[in-house]
Every structure is written in C-alpha cells, then in structure tokens.
C-alpha cells in the first residue's frame, strides 16, 4: 500500500494540496466519502458496481493520506485491530452471530 | 494489501460471519466507523492517536472487506481514481485550492 | 412540528415514496445527507449559509420521516434525551468541559 | 419546536457548552450521531426501537442547535426544502421511482 500512498502524495504535493489535509479534515473526509458509498445503497441491497468502486476509492485514499499524517501503516494498524477483535470475539462465543462483543 | 486481506477474511469465516457481509452491509459498516472516527474530532483538532488509528483500522477493515466483496483490487481502484483526479484537478488551476472541480 | 411532518407525508404519498421509507432506509437517509452537510465544512469553520441550511434541512426531513414511521413525537423524544443528559453531565460536573460523562 | 430549542439552549448555556458549539462542531455532531443511529441497523431492517428513538433524538439535537446558531427556523427550512423537492419530482414523473432527479 505504501507506494499507492506515496502516488497520492506526489499528486497533492504538486497541487499543495497538504494544507488542507489536517488529521481533523481527513477524518471529515472519510467521513463525507463514507456517505456517498453509502448513498449507493440507500434504497437497499442493489448497486451500480463502478459507482460503489469509485465511492471505495474515496474513502480509501482518506484513509490512506490520515495514515502517513498519523505516521502509521495502515496494514500494521488492521492487523493489529484484528488480533484485538480475534480476542473480542472468540470463535466459540461469536460464531454466526453479529451480536457485540459486550453483548455475547 | 491482498495479505491482509487474507488475515480478515479467514478470522471472519473462523466466526461465519460472512453472512452478515453483504455490500450493503459493509458499507454501512464503512459509514458507521467512519462516525466513530470523526468522533475523535468532535470538539476540535486535538486528537488522541490510539484511538484515532484505532477507528482508521475499522474503517480500512470494512472497506478492504467490500473490495474483496466486489472482486476489486483495492489498491488498484485508489490508483484509478488518482488518475481521474488528476484530470479533474489540473495543477495550474487546482494548485493551493480547495475549490470543486466544478467551480475551479 | 408536526404540521410539518404532514407536510412532508404529503409530498411523500402523491410520490408513492413510503414504499422506499423503510426504518432502515430513512436511518441511512438520515446518515448519507448528514455527510453532505458535513461536506459544508470539509476544509474548515467557513461555510456558505444557504447550502448549510439546505443540507440541514435534508437530516431534519429524513429525521422527521423517521419519528413518523416509529410513531414517536420528535419533540417529545428530544426532551426525554436531554432529561438524561442533565443527569449525566451534573452542572457542577460537566460546566466548561467537553469531556464525555463516563471520564467527567 | 422553537420551545424544545429553548430547553436544550438552557441546558447548553448552563453548562457553559456554548464555546463548543461552532456550525462546524454541530456538523459534527450531526454526522457521528447519524453514524450511531445507523448502527442500529447494521446488520439488516430489524431494530431496536428505544435505542433508534434515542440516537434520532442526538441527531435532531444538534440539528436544533445548528439551526439556532444559523439564526433559522428548523420548520421554515424544511418546507422550503420540500417546495424545492415537489418541484424536481413532478408527481408524473417521479411516482412511486426512488431515481434521483436529474435520472427521471
């Protein structure tokens, strides 16, 4: 992902785009960008494939520009999220079932 | 990032929870995290790191989820879309903006 | 409120709409306009005061939809909320502070 | 509905909360609350009905503070919104499709 990162980069350096890309703004923008994947379900299950990848795109790059902000990788922080949720939800206790880990 | 990808999928069959995984779900799963994460910004810029890479990893879990979903290399779509903004954003006219594209 | 509300279930029926109004899907409405409005303020405190108020007034139709279709009173349910919120933020407590009640 | 707003501004005002509360902040506020309300509905149409109740009321909260701070009348908005709304979906065309306007 790093160098997918680092093409995202190059391209807001050269517009000095890095101004507006405060950790608070980036999380507004994932925030924004999530509502939009959303808005591609809004009426229920069915979606226009190019548009939901587009919308995941937006989001991502977020996700990805808050990740260099943050001084972190972003694979790094999944992985170790999900050794945490492993030990959340134990397998015996959580499968089938989308109750919440204080609720199992 | 398909490693990782790899790692989220086999903890989620482990629990069977792929049933719950539809695209819609996920994106609203997208949406919902990326709440938890502007929350971290509710009253300003002052963050706290753990917790906002934290919510960043949910955010990414889901959204690497819904590409897996869709068939789409993620790393691929955020590329594709960079290109598109690029277009969207020529430099001489994006530079040190944060208009619209359609307003530029 | 809920001469308003009247109002909007009007519109809504020569449409034939309610068939899209779902709990569900009015919750997402709620969400996905929530992020246009937040788009207002994507790269700071500055906005323009038309477009805020009309993305405000989107949240606020889907909320009313929404109250509507549980059969609870919007104003009622507010009032309830905020009886809870004076117990959980004491005066003496929570004056000045931003700081969530369960770290007060 | 102006006198709920009255309420929720003493409760505000005695806790000396108004320094918080800048459009942004309430933007904000809007955005992580509709992100709550959804989670509701994470995984499909079923809910819990004192739990939505209670995240819609969040939403509308900080909706009635925004438009307070706007200096606009949450009712006014809404109507007019829905004038504008009745006018992009002709009844004719719009009857009983979830398309959005510029697709009719």
């Not at 923008?29 to 994947?37: D, F, N, P, T, Y």
């Not at 977020?62 to 972190?72: I, N, Q, R």
């Given at each position: ?46 979606f226009?494939?190019?548009r ?53």
């Open positions: 992902m790093s160098s997918v990162t680092n093409s995202i980069k190059a391209a807001t350096a050269e517009r000095a785009w890095e101004q507006f890309h405060s950790e608070e703004n980036l999380a507004k923008g994932v925030s924004i960008e999530a509502g939009e994947l959303l808005q591609c379900f809004q009426w229920g299950p069915d226009d494939a190019i939901v990848q587009d919308e995941l795109a937006d989001v991502l790059t977020y996700c990805l520009l808050l990740a260099d902000k943050l001084g972190v990788d972003p694979e790094r922080v999944v992985l170790q999220k999900l050794a945490t949720t492993r030990e959340k939800y134990p397998v015996d206790k959580a499968r089938g079932r989308s109750t919440k880990y204080d609720a199992l």
